[in-house]
């Protein structure tokens, strides 16, 4: 009874200062005819002979007296948003009335009423007969919502213990709250104790105390924030399980099973930290600043990265520059395109190998050579004497053997020809003229001068 007795009291007290209510009145001089509309605020009813759609279209009567009646209680059964306060005025007009300060808008297709838009200035307040049901459908939803702006001017509170509030949370005070879900906003400072256990519970200090975070989609755990035995909080993935508030131990052969690990990130790639033992982490781990490093470690796929003072065992492909390698060994590795300053000795124990490219496209007349990556190219597809006008891959310093293995046709070198497209690709030889072979089976030796920008021929045997 006090809770009510307050809501009479606010209503009974309710003044408006300096408002206005808006006023249409619709006086319906003629029948409408089928499809003449009606426009209010910016939603159409439609007059329709036959009336399909009960919620936007009204049923145009004999006279326009029963099309007056049938327009009434159209809008009594689907009220205009607002709400609109309607009122039957005499047998051909109806009224509509806004809340305080309400926008009313109207127009009209067909010429089948005339309208009449007064602005009432609201400065006293008006009685609520109780119980609210003894008012039409439409002035409850006013009064009611004039309650709602009555109360939120209210400085006083209602007690966290009233009756009326029972499925409302309160700002202050203690309170017991079950079988409640808060979605989509923010709590701060917000202290819950001897919480449930179910999979839609987010946060739990009993059986499995944490913080944990569902996959919306899905009732099940998937992260866990949870203070080990020390006190520590600790990230863990319960996905497949909310494990009990133990501390995690380095041994612990469930890390690699998603159930205890310190930090998992997916259950998927098994990716998994934890911070004591042999500081294990395996997955793809990503860092945007600088990553130290101490103690032993163990790293794979490692690229363009600096290494200091470390062992690098078995590596297939290392990326990066390696800035000083002392008294260290690099075995069946590749390595591509190095620049390699000051000496180097082989031992006696060592050996320099370069490959060889069997060159089977070069066969007779003019050809270019096109040794690719190797050192040493052997002639293979020669079916007639060949003449070679240049070389391609010229680069300062390199060196290129050339071997004609048929033993019936020549391999002749001819000087500054101009029948290679490319004046770098040009060969000089010592005599400044055409170099012929004879015989077959000819082997030379070619050498890049980057000053020129030609091949020097260094020998030639037949």
């Known amino acids: 009874m006090k809770f009510i007795f307050i809501f009479v009291f606010l209503l009974l007290s309710l003044t408006v200062d300096a408002a206005t209510r808006k006023v249409l009145q619709i006086d319906i001089s003629a029948n409408p005819s089928n499809n003449n509309t009606l426009i209010i605020n910016g939603v159409t009813r439609t007059w329709k002979s036959s009336v399909a759609n009960p919620a936007s279209e009204i049923a145009i009567g004999a006279s326009a007296a029963i099309s007056k009646a049938n327009l009434f209680s159209q809008i009594a059964g689907n009220p205009y948003t607002g709400p609109l306060i309607l009122q039957s005025v005499d047998v051909d007009s109806v009224k509509l009335t806004t809340q305080v300060d309400g926008v009313l ?5 067909g010429s089948w009423a005339t309208f009449t838009l007064t602005t009432l200035t609201v400065t006293s307040a008006y009685n609520v007969r109780m119980p609210i049901t003894v008012e039409p459908s439409a002035t409850r939803t006013i009064i009611a ?14 007690g966290t213990t009233d009756a009326a509030f029972g499925n409302f949370a309160s700002l202050t005070g203690a309170q017991t709250i079950t079988a409640k879900n808060l979605q989509s906003s923010n709590i701060d400072s917000l202290t819950i104790r001897n919480g449930s256990t179910d999979n839609n519970t987010s946060i739990e200090t009993s059986a499995y105390q944490g913080i944990h975070f569902n996959n919306y989609n899905n009732s099940a755990r998937k992260f866990t924030i949870r203070p080990n035995n020390n006190g520590y909080p600790s990230l863990f993935d319960t996905a497949s399980s909310a494990t009990s508030n133990a501390n995690v131990s380095a041994t612990d052969s469930t890390l690699s099973a998603n159930s205890e690990a310190l930090l998992n990130v ?13 500081n294990t982490v395996t997955g793809t781990i990503s860092t945007s600043a600088t990553f ?9 796929n490692l690229n363009n990265s600096t290494i200091n003072s470390s062992t690098i065992a078995n590596a297939t492909s290392i990326g990066g520059t390696i800035g000083s390698l002392t008294s260290g060994t690099i075995t069946s590795s590749t390595i ?8 180097i000795t082989i ?5 320099l190998i370069t490959s060889r490219l069997d060159d089977t496209t070069v066969t007779s007349g003019n050809a270019v050579v096109n040794p690719y990556n190797t050192s040493f190219v052997k002639l293979n597809g020669v079916s007639g004497d060949v003449n070679i006008v240049g070389i391609q891959g010229g680069v300062d310093g390199r060196v290129l053997r050339v071997y004609n293995s048929n033993a019936s046709y020549n391999v002749n070198v001819y000087h500054q020809s101009n029948i290679s497209s490319t004046a770098s690709n040009r060969i000089i030889t010592s005599s400044e003229g055409n170099v012929s072979g004879s015989g077959g089976t000819q082997m030379m030796t070619f050498i890049y001068d980057g000053g020129s920008t030609r091949w020097l021929l260094m020998s030639f045997e037949n």
């Open 105 to 109: 808008t109207y127009s009209q297709i």
């Open 145 to 158: 919502n004039d309650l709602v702006s009555a109360i939120s001017l209210a400085t006083g509170t209602f």
């Open 266 to 278: 997916n259950s998927a790639d098994n990716r998994y930290l934890r911070l004591t033992a042999a």
């Open 292 to 300: 130290a490093s101490t103690g032993s470690a163990t790293f794979s």
């Open 336 to 343: 591509t395109n190095p620049t390699l300053t000051g000496a």
């Open 347 to 351: 031992s006696n124990a060592g050996h």
